[in-house]
């Protein structure tokens, strides 16, 4: 069966891949998870996942690059001189510039004669021959611009491809968002078999974060592009786990617990201050 273009398969693929995305405790191997599937899914040889920051001196600034590609995978080193030609790639500039969210490929930029003559092409021909590319950005927020770029050689981007990175996009953008507080939540030194044996999932982990500073299931939920409803469940299936019965008991077990280290709190209903944009 086939939906504006796209198999159940496709469909099954997307679904798949988020289920094992939300289920890592470690955000980098959930990117990495990610990559490789759009490897595959798009016949791909290279995939960067990178952010980047539009300075006012109007020049892209790249912050964590992550590269998977047959020859490496990891992150890209400070000093890489790949790091140097990121900037004039077509899409980057664009997305950087502009902050569009939507999934292009460079032919939809350049026309086919501008890009085969340009500088970019020809590099990348020589070090990796991907020479065609398509973006999926995961949000932008201000300067800020996030997300994949997959490369190939050969031919183009066909339709259907292009549709099941628009289909990805929103599933992965939810997915970004809860990786960004699991890596909060890790990066607050709490113990991790603490969790264990409680038995919490990670999407609770990154709830229970949010409940400790403060964040009513509203704001819960904006932060991480889900209804309030299904944040009141996350809230029962924590009560259950912990043995608590409201918000404030089950911040005080879970601090008891070693869940929540590093955690000042603020009173129940305060918005929780913003993270910094760049890591």
């Not at 990559?35 to 600034?61: K, N, Y």
């Amino acid at each position: 069966m086939r939906v504006s273009g796209l198999s159940s398969r496709d469909y099954e693929n997307m679904l798949e891949l988020v289920v094992s995305v939300m289920d890592c405790r470690n955000a980098d191997s959930a990117w990495s998870l990610v990559s490789a599937e759009l490897v595959r899914s798009l016949r791909g040889t290279t995939c960067v996942f990178s952010q980047s920051h539009w300075s006012v001196r109007r020049t892209i600034q790249f912050g964590d690059v992550d590269v998977l590609t047959p020859w490496y995978c990891g992150p890209l080193p400070d000093d890489a001189p790949e790091r140097g030609r990121m900037s004039s790639h077509p899409l980057a500039r664009y997305y950087a510039e502009t902050g569009d969210n939507a999934a292009l490929t460079v032919s939809d930029l350049l026309d086919e004669r501008t890009w085969l003559s340009s500088e970019t092409f020809s590099e990348l021909r020589q070090t990796s021959g991907a020479t065609r590319h398509i973006g999926l950005p995961l949000n932008t927020a201000g300067s800020l611009t996030r997300g994949f770029v997959i490369g190939r050689g050969g031919i183009d981007f066909t339709t259907g491809e292009r549709e099941y990175v628009r289909r990805l996009q929103p599933l992965l953008t939810r997915a970004d968002a809860h990786l960004r507080e699991l890596r909060r939540w890790r990066a607050q030194d709490a113990d991790i078999q603490a969790a264990d044996e409680f038995r919490l999932t990670p999407r609770e982990l990154t709830v229970l974060s949010l409940l400790a500073d403060g964040s009513t299931a509203e704001a819960i939920g904006r932060r991480l592009g889900i209804s309030p409803r299904t944040v009141h469940r996350h809230l029962d299936n924590l009560y259950r786990k912990l043995g608590t019965s409201d918000r404030l008991s089950t911040v005080l077990r879970a601090n008891q617990a070693g869940l929540l280290r590093g955690k000042l709190g603020r009173p129940v209903g305060e918005e929780p201050a913003q993270p910094p944009r760049l890591s």
